[in-house]
Structure formats: C-alpha cells, structure tokens
C-alpha cells in the first residue's frame, strides 16, 4: 500500500503563486508514475502533470505549460507541484496520484492506483 498525502493548498490571488506537496510513505518507491489532477466544481477530474521518477520526464497539461512545474526529491518520496502566475481558472481540488505501472498514459485518472484526499486552491480574482 502506498499513502499520499497532500499539502500547501490555500487562497491566493490571481497573478500568485502556491507550491503543492505530495508526501508518498508505505510502499512508495513501487510507484513509477506520480501525478496531480484536479477537480472543480461540477467539473470532471482532469489532469495536471505528472512526474516520472526514473529519468524524470514531465508532462504536462496545455492549460498549466509554462506555468507550472513538477518535480520531485526521491531522498523524500515527495513530488511538488510549483505553479506560478496562478489564474481564477486554476481554482480546484488539487489531488495527487500515483501509479505503479510501469507504462501508463500519464493523463489518464484511470492509469493511477494511489490517491491522496486532496488540497483545495482557491485563486481570488
């Protein structure tokens, strides 16, 4: 079993910045694939980026590149989510994922079989 366990979410107005936490603990390292969705109100889960620990490739969404970075501290088990220039649209419940397949489609919920509970972002215009 694999815990994640996500921080950093809070209210910040647009133009800011936030940088999101994910603590992995357990089974942590049987995750190749870490990734943040997020989910608005009345809104379908969609995907953010997603981290690859072994040779760190990103991905990105469209709506975020630019704008927001991944990363993560194998030392920690923790992956990050740094985003900048932060938008009313940006508004949600940021949720961290993890995978333990060792080829997923990185923007595919359905690809990840850990979750945290989430941390709410609140972008005021």
């Known amino acids: 079993q694999v815990q994640l366990v996500e921080s950093g979410g809070g209210l910040v107005q647009a133009g800011g910045s936030l940088r999101l936490s994910c603590a992995a603990s357990?089974?942590?390292?049987?995750?190749?694939?870490m990734g943040w969705f997020r989910q608005a109100p009345g809104k379908e889960r969609e995907f953010v980026a997603a981290?690859?620990?072994?040779?760190?490739?990103?991905y990105y969404a469209d709506s975020v590149k630019g704008r927001f970075t991944i990363s993560g501290d194998n030392a920690k088990s923790t992956v990050y989510l740094q985003m900048n220039s932060l938008k009313s649209e940006d508004t949600a419940v940021y949720y961290c994922?993890?995978?333990?397949?060792?080829?997923?489609?990185?923007?595919?919920?359905?690809?990840?079989?850990?979750w945290g509970q989430g941390t709410q972002v609140t972008v005021s215009s």
């Open positions: 994922a993890g995978s333990t397949a060792s080829t997923v489609v990185p923007g595919r919920p359905r690809e990840y079989n850990y």
């Open positions: 357990g089974r942590a390292r049987s995750c190749y694939y």
């Open positions: 981290f690859v620990w072994r040779g760190s490739s990103t």
